[in-house]
Every structure is written in structure tokens, then in C-alpha cells.
């Protein structure tokens, strides 16, 4: 069947079966951040405030994540990675440690997946790793070393054409897509380019081929079209990057054309092979895979990027709920939310502060007692209200301790609390105690409090207007979450 599930990948991944998939594609973020920074980019025209963009950064070396790189040694081991796969590992991290603790981050949150990816993967399948140069040669290493070197199949270059840029070197416009095969009996068929005419004249015979022309659309097979096998693809892909006004553009910042993943999948999979994307965005994977009768599952930890693929590509191919597909991970009741909670409390927070209209904080453990914020205008200034969530048991000490945040943050107007479980009397009278924020003679509370069920009713914070996640282009009613 079907999935879409919405949630941390390597919590996914690592209830997935082994050997259970044919095909892995992945399009993290790039160590840039900068895919989470533009889908939060406000569209009032106020630049990003720093705290977003600080907000926004996962790629710091914090408790949990250098605790990470000490232990994945011992997770390579007991994955049966090679010795010197686990040697190299922990003298790269050593010297990382001391020069580039960012890159490092990342990098311990990348190796953690594939470990993973790895294991999920039949013996005859093939992982596609998009990334670009910022880590390309980093990510290869650690690729080599899960994979084996001789499982290396392809360094392909996506070489796309943008408008130039002033810069004092040659333009960057080409990204790194690594193919790997689990083993030496991974599933692939070659791909023949369009033949020239001149090769055409040379080679005879009729044979059925798939082939792309030159904008990366696939054309009929070769068996209607000509008598020539045509040219075995290179790794050298010219597939233009989707045009502002195409049909195929959702809008979505990091968006890949269906091209691309199509000749991943044509190459790499047969009909009714699992097509695996646990970043898959705005579901172009899914969309390539709905229309080659591949099976498919896509991961997304934005609950935007869920809805986006529903309303769109699920929607296009009239696929139905229960039927054709499933939706993992996203609580429709105050029940599932109880449980998200016991599962996954980084996801709670996630997926309730999202609900309201927040951004959650990447770290874990929340920024000093700050889970999230919600943004909104008033005046020419963006001003924030804090949040903080709880799913376990609540006290008054929760609200005494929101008051703190607000008298410690001197940029900060308001504060809201979202619990499961419904406040006390003590708990409300304490946020009474709070007082008003007053801006054009509307006084709204200062600390707010919302029960998981009265969000699910369709309450939401009392504030003036909110600047909510927006797409880049212009912004689209889904992504108001
Ligand atoms: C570069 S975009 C993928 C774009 C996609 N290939 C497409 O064509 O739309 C990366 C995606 O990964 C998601 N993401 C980031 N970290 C994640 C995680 N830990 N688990 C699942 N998804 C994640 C982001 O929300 C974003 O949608």
C-alpha cells in the first residue's frame, strides 16, 4: 500500500522492515538551511527577523547531536559496518569537532539515515542521494563506507541552466545526485538519449528503448519512432530547473522536476517496485511513481508539505484515502494526539505548535523554556508571542515559569501554553495575573492558554494579524496551517 507520512524520517525508517524496499531517493537540505528559512519567509516584506533564521538552524552541535557522533562508531559496528569505515568516522569527527562543528552536525544527521536506508534496501536495490558541492564530497565518503566502494555506481551532475550570478569564479549551477547499489545485482535499465541523426544512419535495427529529449521529457519508445538504439545515457544530466510560469511548478521552494525523478525510477525500479522518499517535499517522487505504477512511500516532517502533495498530485491522480493510499502520523482526534505524544514528544510539539500557526524550535529540548513562536504585525514591526507545550501533567509553575520567559525577554509581547490536558483553576488565574498587551486600543491577554481539543475545535491565539508560513511565490491558503 501506499504511504505518506508525516514525521522524522529516521523515526519512520527505523520501523520500516528490512530488505522491504527496491528504490531510495533522498533530497535532504543541503547544510544550508536555506529550503526551512524560504518556506518561513513572511511575504508582508519585513526581512527575516534573526531569531527565525536562528530559529530555523538545524544544523547545530548541541548535547544531543555530539552525544551522536561519539556513539555512531558503535552503531557502525553493530551494523557490521567495515573497521575502517568505523576508524575513519571517528577521526573525522575528532578533527571536525575542532574546525567545523556545523558541517559535523549535519553530517552525524545524514550518516544516521543512511545507516538505516541501508538496512531497508533489497539486495537488488539502488539509493539516489541529491545533494550539491557544500557537502558532496563529504557525503561520498560516508556513502563509500556504508555502501562499499565497489556498490559506487554514478556521480551523475544535474546540470541546470539558471541566470547567472556576479560572483568572481564560474557560476554554480550544477548539483551531485550519488548512485548506489545495495549490491552487484541492483535492478537497472539503461537509458538511451534520443539519437542524432547521424547515429541513426549507423546503427539499424529495431529495438524498444525509453528516451528523453533534450529538455528531459520522455518521448515514445524508439520501436515507433526509429530503427537506432539510440545513445546510452551519460551521467551528465542537462534537465532544466522548473520555469517560473510551468504547469509542473507548485511553488514550492526546493521543488524538482518530474524528469529527473522520472529517469531515476525508469533506470532503477521495475512496475510495482517500492519507491522510497523520506524527504519528498512538495511528493515530485510520488508524483513520478504514481505515474510509472511504481508503489510508493513519502516522508515529510512539515505537515505543509503533506497537505500540499494531497491537495495537489494525490488529488490529480483521484487517489482515495484507505483505498489507493494511507496517512500516517498526523493525530485527528485529541486521542491520536495523546499518542503522538507518547511516541514521538519532539513531534507533539512539532505537529501543535505548527497547528496554531507557530514555528517550532529545531531543538529538542526547546530554546530556554521557548518550544515556539508565533509571529505578527503590529505596526511596522514583526513582534512575537512565545509558546510552550506540555503533554504530560501540567502545574502552576508551568504558567509562573511562561511569566519568567516574558519578563526575560524584552522582545517578546506574549506568551501562549498548549497542554493536552485542560489547566486548573490556579493554572488560569495565574495567566489572568499576567495582564494585557494593548496595541490600537484592543487589549489582548498576555499569557493565553489552548487544550489540544479546543484546538481541534478551531480555537486558535487571540493576537493582531499573524504572519503565518507562506509559500515564496505568493503564498497559497495550504499553507496556512
Ligand atoms: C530539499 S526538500 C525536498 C524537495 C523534494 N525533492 C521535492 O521535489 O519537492 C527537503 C525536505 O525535507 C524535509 N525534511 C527535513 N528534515 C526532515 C526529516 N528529518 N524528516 C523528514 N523530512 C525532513 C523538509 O521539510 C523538506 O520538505
Not at 57 to 67: G, N, P, Q, R, V
Not at 281 to 305: K, V, Y
Not at 336 to 342: D, G, N, R, S, T
Not at 460 to 465: L, R
Amino acid at each position: 500500500m501506499n504511504k505518506l507520512f508525516y514525521g522524522d524520517n529516521l523515526t519512520i525508517v527505523k520501523k520500516m522492515s528490512s530488505e522491504s524496499i527496491d528504490l531510495i531517493y533522498l533530497d535532504p537540505p543541503f547544510n544550508s538551511n536555506r529550503s526551512y528559512n524560504l518556506l518561513y519567509k513572511n511575504t508582508t516584506g519585513l526581512p527575516i527577523p534573526e531569531q527565525i533564521e536562528a530559529f530555523c538552524d538545524t544544523w547545530e552541535l548541541d548535547f544531543e547531536k555530539s552525544e551522536l557522533a561519539s556513539d555512531i562508531p558503535r552503531v557502525m559496528q553493530e551494523y557490521g559496518i567495515n573497521a575502517d569505515t568505523v576508524h575513519f568516522w571517528h577521526y573525522m569527527v575528532e578533527a571536525l569537532r575542532m574546525t567545523d562543528t556545523k558541517l559535523l552536525a549535519y553530517l552525524v544527521y545524514m550518516t544516521v539515515r543512511v545507516i538505516e536506508m541501508y538496512r531497508i534496501l533489497k539486495p537488488t536495490g539502488s539509493l539516489y542521494l541529491h545533494c550539491d558541492p557544500t557537502a558532496s564530497h563529504y557525503l561520498k565518503v560516508i556513502l563509500d563506507g556504508i555502501f562499499g566502494k565497489d556498490n559506487f555506481r554514478n556521480e551523475i551532475v544535474w546540470d541546470y541552466k539558471r541566470w547567472p550570478t556576479k560572483a568572481k569564479r564560474f557560476q554554480r549551477m550544477h548539483d551531485i545526485i550519488f548512485f548506489y547499489g545495495k549490491s552487484d545485482i541492483n535492478t537497472f535499465t539503461v537509458l538511451y538519449r534520443e539519437p542524432s541523426a547521424s547515429s541513426q544512419k549507423r546503427w539499424g535495427g529495431k529495438q524498444q528503448r525509453v528516451t528523453f529529449d533534450e529538455q528531459g521529457n520522455r518521448l515514445p519508445t524508439l520501436e515507433e519512432q526509429t530503427d537506432s538504439p539510440g545513445v546510452p545515457m551519460s551521467d551528465v544530466w542537462q534537465i532544466p530547473i522548473i520555469a517560473p510560469s510551468a504547469k509542473e511548478r507548485l511553488g514550492y521552494p526546493t521543488q524538482k522536476p518530474i524528469a529527473l525523478l522520472e529517469r531515476i525510477i525508469l533506470a532503477s525500479s521495475k512496475e510495482g517496485d517500492v519507491v522510497f522518499d523520506p524527504f519528498c517535499g512538495c511528493g515530485t517522487t510520488i508524483e513520478a511513481s504514481i505515474r510509472n505504477n511504481r508503489q510508493w512511500i513519502g516522508c515529510d516532517i512539515a505537515i505543509h508539505s503533506i497537505r500540499l502533495i494531497q491537495d495537489t498530485r494525490i488529488k490529480k491522480y483521484a487517489l482515495v484515502e484507505g483505498k489507493d493510499y494511507t496517512i500516517e502520523g498526523i493525530p485527528q482526534s485529541a486521542e491520536q494526539a495523546q499518542y503522538l505524544f507518547e511516541q514521538d514528544p519532539f513531534q507533539f510539539k512539532h505537529w501543535s505548535i505548527e497547528k496554531t500557526g507557530g514555528f517550532c524550535s529545531n531543538r529538542k529540548t526547546g530554546d530556554r523554556g521557548i518550544d515556539g513562536r508565533i509571529y505578527f504585525e503590529a505596526g511596522n514591526k514583526l513582534c512575537s508571542m512565545v509558546l510552550s507545550v506540555k503533554g504530560g501533567n501540567i502545574k502552576p509553575t508551568d504558567i509562573r515559569d511562561l511569566r519568567g520567559v516574558l519578563e526575560r525577554e524584552s522582545d517578546v509581547e506574549m506568551a501562549g501554553f498548549i497542554s493536552l490536558h485542560e489547566p486548573t483553576k490556579a493554572m488560569v488565574q495565574e495567566a489572568d495575573a499576567a495582564g494585557y498587551y494593548e496595541y490600537q486600543g484592543v487589549k489582548y491577554p498576555r499569557i493565553q492558554l489552548l487544550t489540544i481539543n479546543q484546538i481541534f475545535e478551531g480555537k486558535t491565539w487571540y493576537c493582531p494579524s499573524v504572519v503565518k508560513a507562506q509559500r515564496k511565490d505568493g503564498g497559497q491558503a495550504y499553507l496556512n496551517i
